[in-house]
């Protein structure tokens, strides 16, 4: 089992930033490749971004591609994800999740095995 645990969330103003942080309890990522997630109310969850599990490719969802930034700390042991530019829309509830199976990363929600709690950021224009 893997316990992971996100935090950074809160309010910012359209065009600030914020990092998300997601830990996991007792043990390194190290295999597992990893992604973001969101859901804003009323909607579906969608993907975000993900990370591979040595950390060398990264990809993106296009609606964040090019304010977004996913990555890990040397020892693997977080998960960030670096918002810059937010826009309102990016107002959601965002999740970490693992995923046992995949080298590389998913944009699919049924690939990732391991959930967090979800951290919520508010974006206000």
């Known amino acids: 089992q893997v316990q992971l645990i996100e935090s950074g969330g809160g309010l910012v103003q359209a065009g600030g930033s914020l990092r998300l942080s997601c830990a996991a309890s007792?043990?390194?990522?190290?295999?597992?490749?990893m992604g973001w997630f969101r859901q804003a109310p009323g909607k579906e969850r969608e993907f975000v971004a993900a990370i591979s599990r040595s950390g060398g490719r990264t990809f993106y969802a296009d609606s964040v591609k090019g304010r977004f930034t996913i990555s890990t700390d040397n020892a693997k042991i977080t998960v960030y994800l670096q918002m810059n530019s937010l826009k309102a829309e990016d107002t959601a509830i965002y999740y970490c999740?693992?995923?046992?199976?995949?080298?590389?990363?998913?944009?699919?929600?049924?690939?990732?095995?391991?959930w967090g709690q979800g951290t919520r950021v508010t974006v206000s224009s």
């Open positions: 999740a693992a995923a046992s199976k995949k080298l590389y990363g998913s944009s699919r929600i049924n690939d990732y095995d391991y």
């Open positions: 007792g043990r390194t990522f190290s295999s597992y490749a």
